[in-house]
């Protein structure tokens, strides 16, 4: 049973630039959450979605947008890009109120 | 504002001792509170969850406590092994829909 799955692994991008990124939960999740995590600090909140909609989300200006598909794979979509959006963006997937199934990852340098 | 505080040093012990890791929090009612841990370059591994209503959960050689009064949880790792080695973070949820508020992780060390 495969997990979070997450692409690409790597990704290097220009300032001003847009990025989107990918997921796709685990087997049976419906709720797919985005985190952001800086080096050497704990991962952010940036949303969560859940039957295709935003159903909350964290404290990131709206360069940050999401998607959510029927099949519950989801996107992540960061326009206008700056230095300070380099970072690891981690996708969970979860039953609510359970433990996250976190993926390995999207490293985003902005250069 | 909401704040969760671990040990930003990392935490040496040797090979068979306890570690115990340490969670703060302030300006919040978590309903329940995770840890996870996460390898470099990694994304974070689910380890256990406790619930506001629940004082001890243990799993293998995993121990978590959870006090409320004091707004904190303490996590142990039992004969503790070289590959236990990682930073452990926690996580606290619930209050505000389900998304989960982490903190900086504390990174452990288990010397052979």
């Known amino acids: 049973d495969a997990g979070v799955t997450q692409s690409p692994t790597h990704l290097i991008k220009t300032r001003g630039q847009q990025v989107t990124l990918r997921c796709s939960p685990k087997s049976g999740h419906d709720t797919v959450s985005w985190y952001q995590q800086a080096l050497g600090q704990g991962p952010q909140f940036i949303f969560q979605y859940y039957e295709e909609e935003e159903r909350q989300r964290g404290n990131f200006p709206d360069r940050f947008s999401g998607h959510q598909f029927p099949n519950y794979s989801s996107e992540l979509n960061v326009n206008a890009l700056l230095l300070g959006d380099s970072a690891l963006y981690l996708c969970?997937?979860?039953?609510?109120?359970?433990?996250?199934?976190f993926g390995s990852g999207t490293r985003l340098t902005v250069v | 504002s909401q704040k969760i505080e671990q040990n930003s040093e990392a935490l040496n012990i040797q090979e068979g001792k306890t570690a115990t890791l340490t969670c703060n929090y302030t300006?919040?009612?978590?309903?329940?509170l995770q840890w996870y841990r996460q390898d470099p370059g990694r994304g974070p591994v689910f380890l256990l969850l406790i619930r506001e209503n629940e004082k001890e959960k243990r799993k293998e050689r995993l121990k978590v406590t959870f006090d409320t009064t004091l707004k904190q949880s303490l996590f142990h790792i039992t004969a503790s092994q070289p590959a236990d080695s990682a930073t452990y973070l926690c996580a606290l949820g619930g209050s505000a829909g389900n998304m989960l508020t982490f903190g900086g992780g504390t990174r452990l060390m288990v010397k052979p």
């Open positions: 300006n919040y009612s978590p309903a329940y």
């Open positions: 969970a997937s979860s039953p609510t109120g359970h433990g996250y199934t």
